[in-house]
């Protein structure tokens, strides 16, 4: 299967919440009735105040996955300095898991910060998203356990970063 990597696209932004729903929610990470399902979902905020980013079906042109990018110093931006880039909620559809999506998002995004002329990136995930963490180390992102942090108790993040 052939993926493109490109910004979102209105058609699309649907499609994009639903799968980011379906990932967090899905796979644990998320509780359905928490207030974060709603920015999950709302994949037309996030292409509006920072940058979407979908993979698709190249010859389908279906969505398979998303991730959001954000200068660091942004609204959307929770850990990142102004000199960095960060991703936000990765999400790749359970019928394209194993495939390369994730991969190709991460990358994606690397390319974006450096088309920018930022010095890296560092964004935050959860200690349970281990298959994202493989996603992370292969792409050469390194742990950087000084950064970690919690938005509130009971929710703790780890950071990876990686300069250029």
Do not use: K, N
């Not at 010095?119 to 935050?124: I, K, L, N, P, V």
């Amino acid at each position: 299967m052939d993926i493109a990597i490109r910004p979102a696209r209105a058609e699309e932004l649907e499609d994009a919440g639903r799968i980011t729903v379906e990932a967090f929610v899905g796979d644990g990470h998320t509780s359905p009735e928490s207030d974060y399902v709603h920015l999950l979902r709302d994949a037309a905020r996030r292409a509006r105040e920072a940058e979407l980013l979908v993979a698709v079906d190249a010859a389908e042109g279906r969505v398979l996955g998303c991730v959001t990018f954000a200068v660091g110093g942004t609204g959307w931006a929770d850990i990142a300095t102004p000199e960095e880039g960060e991703i936000r909620m990765l999400a790749t559809s359970a019928a394209a898991r194993g495939r390369g999506v994730g991969e190709a998002l991460v990358r994606a995004a690397l390319a974006r910060s450096r088309e920018l002329g930022l010095a890296g990136m560092a964004f935050s995930t959860r200690p349970e998203m281990t298959a994202a963490h493989r996603i992370y180390q292969r792409v050469g992102f390194r742990r950087s356990p000084d950064r970690d942090w919690s938005p509130y108790p009971g929710v703790d993040l780890m950071v990876y970063s990686l300069a250029f």
